[in-house]
């Protein structure tokens, strides 16, 4: 009789994750980019253990870091998505060939209603300073992937005018966005959103209240127009459309996947009566 074949030792990733205070960190950092100081509060522990924990999670490339934009001694931690998912694979296979099989992720409910003429599963506002290149990156990336599913719009806390890079990078990815422009965030206050996204440390620190109490989520981009040098700036402008698009995927399957939940909890309201912002 061949001998029972018995599971390697346990995956250090499930052993990362098994601790409590890290699985609440990682939780914690699901939603959202959040300062060292933020996730102390959250959690409710001492500062040098959390700070040990997140080195841990560091370690092993689940978690990353910068230092924030508005106040370089802050350090911004963030999920790596793409990493989690691919441990998860790995994970599951060391346990049995089928549990590394991905089925096809949930598409966005656009994909599958974009011919009927239904209410959007939710309105977006992407901020940033000058709401000249990540914001408008983003607020294009997001009309793209959702087909028009997803209301979306950018500003800037103070605008200047769309960084030619941004459109450049944008239509060799098929995006063309020279008819965006940047616009005030005064003309969306008072409008109701579901998400407020920033995507620069400094639109964070003044980002106002919105009406209907909108989920704020944090994405800690460093500016790509900042970086020195011809060549490493188109490069990082490149990297900013890259990281920007795997955040969008992530959240558009998370919205739709809410929104799911809402229907099938009859919390939807299918008029969506939601204010329309003024013509550009």
């Known amino acids: 009789m061949a001998a029972t074949r018995i599971a390697e030792p346990l995956p250090v990733f499930l052993e990362l994750l098994g601790h409590s205070l890290r699985w609440r960190l990682v939780s914690a950092l699901a939603r ?16 040098n253990l959390v700070s040990y924990h997140l080195k841990r999670l560091r370690q092993a490339q ?12 802050a350090i911004y931690y963030s999920l790596n998505l793409p990493q989690m998912q691919a ?3 790995q994970t599951g296979q060391a ?17 599958a209603a974009a011919d009927r003429p239904e209410p959007p599963l939710a309105r977006l506002l992407f901020l940033c300073t000058h709401n000249s290149a990540r ?28 960084h030619p890079l941004a459109i450049q990078v944008m239509e060799a ?3 063309p966005i020279r008819g965006q422009r940047a616009k005030p965030l005064d003309q969306f206050v008072g409008q109701p959103f579901d998400y407020i996204i920033t995507t620069c440390d400094i639109a964070r620190e003044v980002c106002p209240t919105f009406p209907g109490d909108p989920e704020q989520i944090h994405w800690s981009f460093p500016d790509p127009a900042a970086v020195e040098g011809t060549q490493a700036r ?5 990297t900013t459309a890259t990281e920007l698009t795997t955040r969008i995927n992530y959240l558009l399957l998370l919205i739709s996947v809410e929104h799911g939940k809402k229907l099938r909890e009859g919390k939807t309201d299918p008029k969506r009566n939601g204010t329309e912002p003024k013509s550009s």
Not at 32 to 47: F, I
Not at 234 to 238: M, P, T
Request: proline residues 8%; charged residues 25%; aromatic residues 4%.
């Open 135 to 162: 914001s408008q990156m983003a607020e294009a990336i997001t009309r793209h992937i959702s087909l028009g599913r997803v209301e979306v719009f950018s500003a800037g806390t103070e605008p200047t005018e769309l």
């Open 87 to 89: 441990l998860f694979v």
């Open 32 to 47: 959202s980019d959040r300062r060292a100081q933020e996730l102390v509060a959250l959690l409710g522990q001492p500062a």
């Open 173 to 175: 990815r098929g995006i």
């Open 234 to 238: 188109l490069k990082a402008f490149q």
């Open 95 to 111: 346990l049995h060939p089928a549990l590394a099989e991905v089925p096809n992720p949930p598409k966005p409910e656009a994909q």
């Open 62 to 73: 689940l978690v990353r870091q910068r230092h924030s934009a508005a106040d370089h001694r």
